[in-house]
């Protein structure tokens, strides 16, 4: 979504250009799976394939909620201390936010369903609140 996410291999992953304002969460695209994250679809694909029905293909992503907690924070937390703030003190702000996020789970999950995938999950980081 344009946040340049940057993972360590044996570490935390961080997020380059965290969410920090009202205009950076106006600017959040909801992506398109077949153009952003073909590269996904195509390796759902591929391990259907290669799978021959074998085992079920489990899709994930991450919760709208999950997501906004690493946007918002800049990468793992276990306070939670940004995202909590922007919860009580601009609580329609992260409401428009979590529905891009909503709208991207969906869409993303929806074309790892298209693409093969038997099942979905949600990962979520609320109990860890």
């Known amino acids: 979504m344009g946040l340049g996410a940057l993972l360590y291999r044996g570490r935390r992953s961080w997020i380059k250009y965290p ?3 009202a205009a950076d969460v106006k600017k959040l695209p909801i992506p398109d799976p077949d153009t952003g ?3 996904v679809v195509d390796a759902v ?3 259907r394939k290669t799978l021959q029905g ?3 293909l489990i899709g994930f992503s991450g919760s709208p909620w999950t997501l906004a907690t690493y946007m918002v924070e800049g990468g793992s937390s276990k306070s939670f ?3 909590k703030g922007l ?3 601009q609580p329609k702000l992260l409401h428009v936010m979590l529905d891009k996020l909503a709208q991207s789970v969906a869409a993303y999950l929806n074309a790892q369903i ?4 038997q099942a979905v999950m949600l990962f979520d980081t609320w109990e860890a609140c």
């Open 19 to 21: 969410v920090k304002t």
């Open 37 to 39: 994250l073909r590269y």
């Open 45 to 47: 694909r591929l391990i």
């Open 54 to 56: 074998s085992v079920p």
């Open 81 to 83: 201390q940004k995202v």
């Open 87 to 89: 919860m009580y003190e």
């Open 114 to 117: 298209e693409a093969g995938a």
